[in-house]
């Protein structure tokens, strides 16, 4: 594609093999997205801080900088015709300044500001009427008790995989307080965990991924395993989805939207976060519905059709592979062959070259005729799968 037809409102019908397509982020899902992208004869080039990135052999161009460095994501990305991300602490600065030399950005700076700060995020759902659980902003850990406890402190900026995020139960738990900008939120009473994935494309089109349940190992705070459909009622998933589909909206958002829930033991939906990307919980998708989310993440990048949705088994369920408490070094994956003996079993692992504990490695993907069947697959999986290191 020539640069003077940069031009967002007929991006898909410029689409071809030319078209230059870049990744913040050389991660796994930058590596899944990958794997998708080959489909459709796109050549995604990355940038990541790591020289050893898991996608540092599968593209033809691999920048090594500093995605929070507005020069360096300016650098990557100004012969790009189309620019996305697999994390979200980027240099917003850097991708505005890619828009206003034409290249598609997707999701939009302006959005990624709002996500990359909780507070922001809070303050989004507040004014737009998206139900969240009541929070005040704060600076430091100072006033950290002026909702009264227990309650919730998340850091504002910087936060993952449940890092900056601390739970203040009794005045003994003060000490514990992050003294950086901060959200205090009402701790939920949380029945189940949910996530929704919504695509939404330049048309104001949208598509969500069936509802799905995460649950949480307590010792490593990481998901465990996620499980599809969500058991919840077909009423709590239709709310769920158009809790999402109004959050998009709300935004006027393009791209992939990961919208995680609260199912509250009142049995009320509350927004926790949004994730303007591919998702964890989106995994299962790859072998387990019609397009999955990597490649619906492509369509809404390129501004192709969205896909459908639809899952393709009775249920499925995600496992990670994480590395055991004292893992270090090179990693050594045990139990696979026993896991892919059973049968629906399909592994993802992400050509990481060190093990460090509870280090995302890989998942498992788990597709099945019922819940129930898949559950037990769960079990013994876990049993099974341990990522052990080598000096
Ligand atoms: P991260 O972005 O680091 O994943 P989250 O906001 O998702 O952080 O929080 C991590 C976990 O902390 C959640 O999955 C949930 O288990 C718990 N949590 C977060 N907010 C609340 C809340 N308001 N009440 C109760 N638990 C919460």
Do not use: W
Request: glycine residues 8%; charged residues 20%.
């Amino acid at each position: 594609m020539q640069n003077g037809s940069k031009n967002s409102h007929d991006f898909g019908a410029s689409f071809g093999p030319s078209l230059r397509l870049g990744v913040l982020g050389g991660g796994q899902l930058g590596r899944m997205m990958i794997q998708s992208a080959v489909d459709f004869d796109a050549r995604v080039e990355v940038m990541d801080p790591s020289s050893d990135a898991p996608c540092r052999h599968l593209t033809p161009r691999f920048v090594q900088g500093d995605l929070q460095n507005a020069d360096d994501v300016v650098a990557f990305g100004a012969e790009l015709d189309v620019i996305t991300i697999e994390i979200e602490h980027v240099s917003v600065e850097g991708l505005k300044t890619l828009e206003s030399q034409g290249v598609r950005v997707i999701p939009k700076p302006d959005h990624l500001a709002v996500i990359q700060d909780k507070g922001l995020q809070k303050e989004f759902f507040a004014q737009n009427g998206i139900p969240t659980s009541p929070f005040q902003l704060v600076d430091g850990a100072e006033g950290v008790e002026q909702m009264g406890l227990p309650i919730v402190q998340k850091m504002r900026k910087g936060g993952y995989d449940g890092k900056g995020v601390v739970l203040l139960k009794s005045k003994s738990d003060l000490p514990k307080a992050f003294d950086v900008p901060s959200v205090l939120e009402h701790a939920v009473d949380i029945e189940k965990e949910l996530s929704v994935i919504v695509a939404r494309n330049s048309q104001g089109e949208t598509q969500c991924f069936p509802v799905v349940e995460a649950i949480f190992d307590p010792v490593a705070n990481l998901v465990d395993y996620l499980i599809a459909p969500a058991a919840i009622t077909p009423q709590q998933a239709q709310d769920a989805e158009s809790l999402a589909r109004r959050v998009a909206e709300a935004m006027d958002f393009e791209g992939l939207l990961a919208v995680e829930l609260f199912l509250d033991r009142k049995g009320d939906l509350l927004v926790n976060e949004l994730a303007p990307r591919t998702h964890n919980s989106g995994h299962h998708t790859i072998e387990a519905n019609r397009t999955s989310q990597f490649e619906q993440h492509l369509r809404a990048v390129l501004d192709l059709p969205l896909g459908a949705t639809d899952a393709l088994f009775a249920a499925s369920a995600m496992v990670n592979i994480v590395g055991s408490a004292a893992a270090h070094g090179t990693p050594i994956y045990t139990g696979l062959e026993a896991a892919l003996s059973t049968p629906g079993v399909h592994p993802h692992l992400y050509g990481k070259s060190a093990v460090k504990p509870f280090r995302k490695m890989g998942h498992v993907t788990i597709t099945g005729q019922s819940r129930s069947e898949v559950e037990q697959s769960v079990m013994r999986i876990r049993e099974q799968l341990a990522v052990d290191g080598k000096a």
